[in-house]
């Protein structure tokens, strides 16, 4: 009796043994996933998240790639470790900038996933910080929650500043195609390819892919809608304040002031490349220059840029007969680009942040101000925000900023997808969240890059109130909704209208949401007369 209970006991261990080590090869080989350039090994998270960080989807752009289109990606053998992110993309040091270690090397992208039957829809992540900052590794990217959510989520890095928006006669005379700059679309372009053939392997639907972003990503979905080479490479849209639809300067224009000997080079592209190329020291003209410029290392490229007393537009993105065959506005209000459903919107204090070193002044100081910084119609505006400055001329000027910059860029979105007769969701932020040292009546509002906690539901235990809790609910289902299936609309949510533009329609969203009409339509009518799109 006894021997029989020890055999019974036995044979149970022995099971339990190799159900166990069962289970861990089976989980071991969920975490190996085959890519188009070798294998990748990722790691396991919480309820069976996995995550795969760091890996290329792109060539090193080092060398004779710098400044290049980018290139495909090497094959490796064996196995690749996926469970660190790559490094972030050549930057200045800033708080809000990436928290990695910085490198010419920086084209990557990762994963978080969940294993089910069926092929899940596909979230692509385009960081902001405007063009010069960020990471797709950043702290509040982390896609846990929308893999939990069935949706399999990628962010991307891209090449930033001068390193991904430097356009030169040089580099157009190397390309078959007589174009330059643009980089850091073209290698989004890549990301968005990379996904098309892979995202499979991670349990991605490629033929269900939702680009998203916030300020200057929000900005990027818009051009990657507006560029024709987009197409196929994604069914959906989202844009979190940031449009793209100002007129844009094209390769060839002159600068606007060519005696300048320091400061922004606003103009054309061409010949802004000229004169930074010199500033960095390149002695050469046309392809030489390029040639001298790859020789230098990055650390002494950005020390001259630094030290030369010009700089780039932030927004270097060029109109140059290829990748945007004509302004943004022309074709997205045409038959031009990748025609897809959008859910956009913007937030009701995006400047008390963003904007925040502006003076309080005087009534009369502040009219003086619009008057020089408005191109036309400037006491049509000072009648616009008359009210708001008798309050504040701080915030008049903030909402003034926020108003073109972000608001009326939105509402032109929505206008034109659904003038297109594709629908449109549009939204206004109003939660204010919570912001580090602001104090607990959250005075900054619902400030810029504010909704993205809550949009990726990645909550601040410490200091989140019931109300921010109900908002990333909120929030973060009408997101996943629309990625699942083009509508924001589930069960137990507040029913969201398409936007119509004769009603102006737009889902204000906070912790009693509802369809309000009309926002701040006098103001964005205002932005609309002046604007040249």
């Known amino acids: 009796m006894i021997r029989a209970t020890f055999l019974l006991l036995a044979v149970f261990v022995v099971q339990n043994v190799l159900s166990e080590d069962a289970e861990s090869a089976e989980e071991e080989s969920s975490l190996l996933i085959e890519t188009n350039f070798g294998i990748v090994r990722g790691s396991l998270e919480e309820e069976s998240v996995r995550v795969f960080k760091g890996i290329p989807f792109a060539a090193p752009p080092l060398g004779d790639l710098r400044w290049r289109q980018p290139q495909a990606p090497s094959s490796w053998e064996g196995i690749r470790d996926a469970q660190e992110f790559g490094s972030d993309c050549m930057q200045p040091s800033s708080p809000i900038g990436g928290q990695g270690e910085k490198s010419e090397d920086c084209l990557y992208l990762n994963i978080w996933t969940v294993s089910r039957e069926e092929p899940q829809p596909v979230m692509v992540w385009i960081h902001g910080g405007g063009f010069s900052l960020g990471s797709g590794s950043g702290e509040g990217y982390d896609g846990t929650e929308f893999a939990k959510s ?21 580099l157009s005379e190397e390309w078959d195609r007589g174009v330059s700059g643009n980089q850091g679309i073209y290698d989004q372009l890549a990301a968005l ?34 560029t024709p080479f987009s197409k196929g490479l994604f069914q959906k849209a989202i844009g979190q304040s940031g449009g793209c639809f100002n007129k844009h300067p094209t390769l060839d224009d002159p600068l606007e002031n060519p005696e300048q000997t320091e400061g922004e080079l606003a103009g054309g592209g061409h010949a802004a490349g000229e004169v930074i190329a010199r500033a960095l020291g390149a002695e050469a003209e046309g392809k030489d220059a390029i040639d001298e410029l790859r020789e230098m290392e990055w650390s002494e490229i950005f020390e001259a840029y630094q030290q ?23 074709l997205l209000g045409g038959d031009g680009g990748n025609p897809v459903s959008v859910l956009v919107g913007s937030n009701t204090d995006e400047g008390t942040w963003l904007y925040a070193g502006i003076p309080e002044r005087s009534l009369e100081d502040w009219k003086t101000s619009v008057r020089e ?21 701080r915030t008049a000027s903030q909402q003034m900023i926020s108003d073109v910059v ?30 580090p040292g602001a104090g607990p009546d959250r005075p900054m509002g619902a400030y810029h890059a504010g909704e993205i906690a809550f949009v990726f539901n990645n909550r601040n235990e410490n200091n989140w109130n019931e109300d921010d809790h109900k908002v990333a609910d909120l929030m973060h289902a009408y997101w996943v909704n629309f990625a699942k299936t083009g509508s924001p609309n589930g069960e137990g949510l507040p029913t969201w209208s398409a ?21 701040r339509k006098s103001k964005l009518d205002g932005w609309e007369s002046i604007i040249e799109i």
Not at 206 to 214: A, L, M, S, W, Y
Not at 411 to 429: C, E, H, N, P, S
Not at 499 to 518: C, F, H, K, L
Request: charged fraction near 20%; glycine fraction near 8%; hydrophobic fraction near 45%.
């Open 150 to 170: 069935g949706v399999v989520l990628v962010t991307i890095n891209y090449r930033l500043g001068f390193a991904g928006f430097f356009a030169h006669p040089g």
């Open 193 to 226: 390819a990379w996904v098309q053939d892979n995202i499979a392997a991670f349990g991605g639907d490629p033929n269900n892919v939702t680009i998203f972003g916030e300020s200057a990503g929000s900005m990027s979905v818009c051009y990657l809608v507006a």
């Open 308 to 330: 030369s007393g010009f700089s780039l537009p932030w927004r270097s993105i060029y109109v140059d007969g290829f990748m945007f065959p004509d302004q943004m506005g022309n």
């Open 373 to 393: 910084n408005t191109e036309r119609d400037a006491e049509k505006f000072i009648e616009l925000y008359m009210e708001d400055a008798k309050k504040s001329t």
């Open 406 to 435: 972000f608001a009326w860029e939105m509402r032109k979105w929505a206008q034109l997808t659904a003038r297109r007769g594709l629908d449109a969701y549009m939204y206004v932020f109003s939660h204010a969240p919570f912001f």
């Open 499 to 519: 936007y119509d533009p004769d009603v102006d329609n737009a889902m204000e969203i906070n912790a009693s949401p509802e369809t309000i009409t009309g926002w």
